[in-house]
């Protein structure tokens, strides 16, 4: 199979009740620690790339990467995404080097410039075979080099025109997920009987909305990371230090799955795997200096935190 886009993956997760999981990609390790557990899972994927990551790794090398992924997994639809792309220069980039899809992050401009950028990149892509995402609201955290102090949740009154007037494929909205580590802050949270800081529910009521609006239409979700205690506090039980790290609860993740959400953003938790990992390594085997020897049990942590997000989150294992 070679590369494909998300529209039959779109179409079969919303009518399945699932979604499918778009994990970050910035080096050799990531791609197969994902692939290898989404072969395994036969489950489809979205490996994407932001523009940081092609400043880090290269463009070619990111798509050569998963080339060689899409080669490994012969039995596993793969989509190679642009993760918030900033402006339409970028988009062409990616449409001309290979990518299926891009998302055209409009969301820190007016309503109609988000429009317009948006527009203009649907119709290169479709002209090329590639779709496209979109965004509206905005999510609080760092996007890439936008960084927003606060997110704006999403108006259910504006996706229809948006949706009609750019013909965008897929869109992301804001209910209250963010980027990064630190999602919310301990004040904002609820502590319950176990003593674990619980924080506030997803604006399930704007996500319904927007479904009613656009019945049958993909849904995305960024800033998705659960953050995972265990990781937190290995990394902080190694020398790191990430006081208060919160996610999005998986149940809220699942129930999201269920309903119009067809894509899950997902990359901190994957950093925190494997930075945990090789945190460990160092402190106990302050001796070894080869790569492959912290790199290996990073890589495979990666891909036992991806076959639990396949399994126990986004319900798309066994969905290839
Ligand atoms: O949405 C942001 C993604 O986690 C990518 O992050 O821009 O640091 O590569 P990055
Ligand atoms: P997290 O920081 O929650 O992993 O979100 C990643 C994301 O939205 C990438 O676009
Ligand atoms: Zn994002």
Redesign the pocket.
């Known amino acids: 199979m070679s590369l494909v886009t998300s529209k039959e993956m779109f179409k079969k997760a919303y009518d399945g009740g699932y979604a499918i999981g778009a994990f ?1 990609v ?1 080096n050799m390790e990531i791609v197969q620690g994902i692939t290898e557990a989404c072969k395994e899972e036969k489950a489809p994927v979205i490996l994407q790339v ?4 092609r400043a880090y790794a290269n463009h070619t090398y990111l798509v050569k990467l998963v080339e060689a992924a899409v080669i490994e997994c012969p039995d596993i639809p793969i989509v190679l995404h642009l ?2 792309g900033p402006d339409f220069e970028t988009c062409k980039s990616c449409i001309d080097g290979g990518f299926t899809s891009v998302m055209i992050d409009g969301s820190a401009h007016s309503f109609e410039d988000n429009i317009a950028v948006t527009k203009k990149v649907v119709e290169y892509a479709h002209a090329h075979g590639v779709v496209v995402e979109g965004e509206l609201g905005t999510l609080a955290g ?3 080099e936008v960084s927003h102090a606060v997110g704006s949740y999403t108006r259910p009154e504006e996706v229809e025109e948006f949706v009609e007037k750019t013909g965008v494929d897929s869109l992301a909205i804001a209910i209250g997920t963010s ?1 990064g580590a630190y999602k919310f802050k301990p004040e904002q949270c609820t502590v319950n009987e176990k003593g674990i800081l619980v924080p506030p529910p997803l604006r399930f009521d704007i996500l319904e909305e927007v479904s009613r609006r656009l019945p049958g239409f993909p849904i995305v979700l ?1 800033g998705s990371s659960s953050v995972p205690q265990e990781y937190v506090q290995m990394v902080n039980a190694h020398g790191g230090k990430m006081p208060n790290a919160i996610g999005v609860p998986e149940e809220q993740l699942r129930h999201a799955a269920k309903l119009s959400v067809c894509k899950i ?1 997902i ?2 938790d994957l950093r925190l795997a494997m930075t945990g990992t090789i945190r460990q390594f160092f402190d106990e085997h302050p001796d070894k200096f080869d790569p492959r020897e912290y790199l290996k049990p990073a890589r495979a942590n990666i891909k036992e935190i991806v076959r639990h997000k396949l399994r126990d989150v986004l319900g798309c294992a066994g969905k290839a």
């Open positions: 970050n910035n932001s523009k940081g990551a993760d918030h760092i996007e890439d980027h960024h953003n990359d901190s």
